[in-house]
């Protein structure tokens, strides 16, 4: 029997992006920004995994650093997609903005694999 399962760029296992299996304790958070607001930030977990879901007013770009040029956009997600988003060891910070004005999105964090 041969499984199938997806992995990110650094070949951690991830789930499918849209039927994530939230973490048991409460890790949500909803996250908000205007078109290309570089100083919004989360604050998360090192070496977690989470998955982000843009819910209205556009996509979203999220990176390491603040994500004021495309060089530091790690991650996009499109409006009502889901991303999985591993955040690396020694970080705690996901910087983020949005495509357009008034973008909402809730980011949670998963279960270990």
């Keep these: 029997m041969n499984d199938?399962?997806?992995s990110d760029n650094g070949g951690n296992r991830v789930p499918p992006a849209d039927s994530p299996?939230?973490?048991a304790t409460p890790a949500g958070q909803r996250l908000q920004a205007d078109q290309w607001?570089?100083?919004k930030s989360a604050t998360v977990v090192a070496g977690a995994t989470y998955?982000?879901?843009a819910m209205r007013?556009?996509?979203f770009f999220f990176g390491l650093a603040a994500v004021s040029t495309v060089a530091n956009i790690g991650w996009a997600c499109?409006?009502?997609?889901?991303?999985?988003?591993v955040i690396p060891e020694g970080n705690t910070t996901l910087y983020y903005s949005a495509e357009s004005n008034n973008g909402n999105g809730y980011l949670r964090r998963l279960s270990t694999l």
């Design 37 to 39: 607001e570089t100083g």
């Design 51 to 53: 998955a982000f879901t």
């Design 4 to 6: 199938t399962f997806l």
């Design 21 to 23: 299996n939230p973490h």
């Design 78 to 85: 499109p409006l009502r997609g889901t991303v999985i988003i």
């Design 57 to 59: 007013g556009g996509g």
